[in-house]
């Protein structure tokens, strides 16, 4: 059975190495193979597990691209190929150079980009790049707030918890509106994806704990005003462990939850080269499209 959605890839950015000609040829294969769009997860440092406590999957031996940088080299190596963070861990950043980086990215790809935050788990980035992990979450939000009024107007007032402006902006400025999307799973985030997000990254299968995510999603999105039955959310499957029937089996339960996209990750399957990355992605299209 075909799949009717919008589909995406996932840069392998910790296993396609540091040849800018691989991820080249990564960037222009999922766009020839006829995936609308390209994910790429963000880290800026990774730390050493044996001397600090942490939580999430990834460590000093994992590498890492910076996402504008590696977004504007694919942007210039495509010609209609959107180009996704997620998710960038935005609370760890200063806010004005962020809407600097995306307005110039948006503008560069002729508006191809989409912004997708999170909160991010590494503590140890947040003390490096001088950020306060404990507040990240309330920040974020008056983040985006800042960013949209500076992509939106040439000079901008801002009087917040965290950032004040006067009378300042950036140009060149983007000429349509940059989406923000959210990735995560904490209560408090679905509240903001439903306050002020334009879409969402959920984390996890299509089970019953997704489905109640989705629920409680669209709850508070009914609580804003929006509206819940057209929310785009778009999910991520693993080629690790897969086969055709498993891969149309999860993009069909993901649609009976709502999914309007799906990108398809290659990263941890034990592949040993781009080659091998782009073939993946081409069997994973196939078979849910085909």
Request: hydrophobic fraction near 40%.
């Amino acid at each position: 059975m075909a799949i009717d959605l919008t589909m995406g890839a996932v840069l392998p950015t910790n296993e396609i190495g540091a040849d800018p000609s691989a991820i080249r040829d990564f960037a222009q294969a999922v766009e020839g193979i006829g995936f609308d769009h390209l994910l790429i997860y963000d880290h800026v440092l990774g730390a050493d597990p044996s001397v600090h406590r942490l939580t999430g999957p990834y460590t000093d031996q994992d590498q890492f691209h910076e996402v504008f940088v590696t977004l504007g080299y694919i942007a210039a190596c495509t010609t209609t190929l959107g180009l996704a963070t997620a998710v960038l861990v935005l609370p760890q950043r200063q806010t004005a150079l962020v809407a600097k980086q995306a307005a110039q990215l948006a503008v560069l790809s002729g508006n191809r980009f989409r912004l997708g935050v999170g909160s991010g788990w590494n503590h140890v980035e947040y003390e490096v790049l001088g950020e306060n992990f404990r507040n990240r979450g309330r920040r974020q939000e008056e983040q985006i707030a800042l960013m949209r009024e500076l992509w939106s107007n040439h000079l901008v007032d801002f009087d917040g918890e965290f950032h004040q402006v006067k009378s300042t902006g950036i140009e060149p400025r983007p000429t349509e509106p940059i989406e923000v999307w959210f990735g995560g799973a904490h209560d408090l985030q679905l509240r903001r994806t439903a306050k002020i997000g334009d879409g969402w990254f959920p984390i996890g299968s299509p089970n019953a704990d997704s489905a109640a995510m989705v629920d409680t999603l669209r709850g508070y999105l009914r609580d804003n005003g929006r509206d819940a039955d057209h929310f785009p959310i778009e999910p991520q499957a693993q080629f690790r462990g897969g086969n055709p029937e498993l891969w149309n089996s999860h993009a069909e339960r993901w649609i009976d939850l709502g999914a309007t996209a799906i990108s398809i990750a290659t990263m941890n399957a034990g592949l040993p080269d781009v080659d091998a990355h782009i073939d993946a992605i081409r069997q994973y299209r196939e078979a849910v499209t085909e």
